[in-house]
Each structure stands twice: as C-alpha cells, then as structure tokens.
C-alpha cells in the first residue's frame, strides 16, 4: 500500500528556514518520481519542486528557485524540501506526491500527473 507522510511544517519567521519531509512507504522510492505541491488558502494548487529519484533531475517553479532544495534519500525512502529564506507568500499547506516514471520540465508542475497524495503539512510564515 502506497502511503506518503509530509513533516516539518510550522510558523516560522520571514527569512528563516524550515526543512519538510515526505517518508515514503509501499513502493521503492528509486522507481518513482516525487513532486511537491502547496496550496495557499483561496489559491488554486501549485507545483512546487520536483525530483526523480533515480537519476537526481529535479525541478522548481520560478518563484522558490535560489531559496529551496530538494533532495532524497533513496535508503531511508525520504524525499527532502528544504526552505530557506522563506517569505509570507510561501505560507500554504505542502503536499508531496508520487508517480511511476518521470516527467518532462513542461509537465512536472500537473497534480493531475500523480497518482498518489500525502496529507499535507501547513507551513505559515509570518512575523
């Protein structure tokens, strides 16, 4: 049974940091593909990162790239997003999730291409 577990969300001051984590059980993380995704109150959802654990390629929309990081660890089966210099626009609930197989630079960013969805973690940047 595919399940995704999102931690590391909290309040935290503009230009501070946080590091969110998706645990990941029931598949092989080496063989899937990872996105994440927020969703700020009254805004439609967004892709956020994006990384292929298998071949490292990863992704980030315009607005976080400089600031945050995503990275894995295929052993623990965990992907990483790291938050640095945070801002108040980037207060949403993250998700992350899953699909089999790899995505291009044009299409990462679709919801509508992953089959599987965490719970979600807020995150809240405010002073």
């Known amino acids: 049974q595919v399940q995704l577990v999102e931690s590391g969300g909290g309040l935290v001051q503009p230009g501070g940091s946080l590091r969110l984590s998706c645990a990941a059980s029931g598949f092989d993380l080496a063989s899937s593909a990872i996105g994440w995704f927020r969703q700020a109150p009254g805004k439609e959802r967004e892709g956020v990162s994006y990384?292929?654990?298998?071949?490292?390629?990863?992704y980030y929309v315009d607005s976080v790239k400089g600031r945050f990081a995503i990275s894995r660890d295929n052993a623990a089966n965990t992907v990483y997003l790291q938050m640095n210099s945070l801002k108040p626009e980037d207060t949403a609930v993250y998700y992350c999730?899953?699909?089999?197989?790899?995505?291009?630079?044009?299409?990462?960013?679709?919801?509508?291409?992953?089959?599987?969805w965490g719970q979600g973690t807020q995150v809240n940047v405010s002073p």
């Open positions: 999730a899953m699909r089999w197989g790899g995505l291009v630079a044009d299409i990462w960013y679709q919801g509508s291409r992953y089959a599987y």
């Open positions: 990384i292929n654990p298998r071949d490292g390629i990863t």
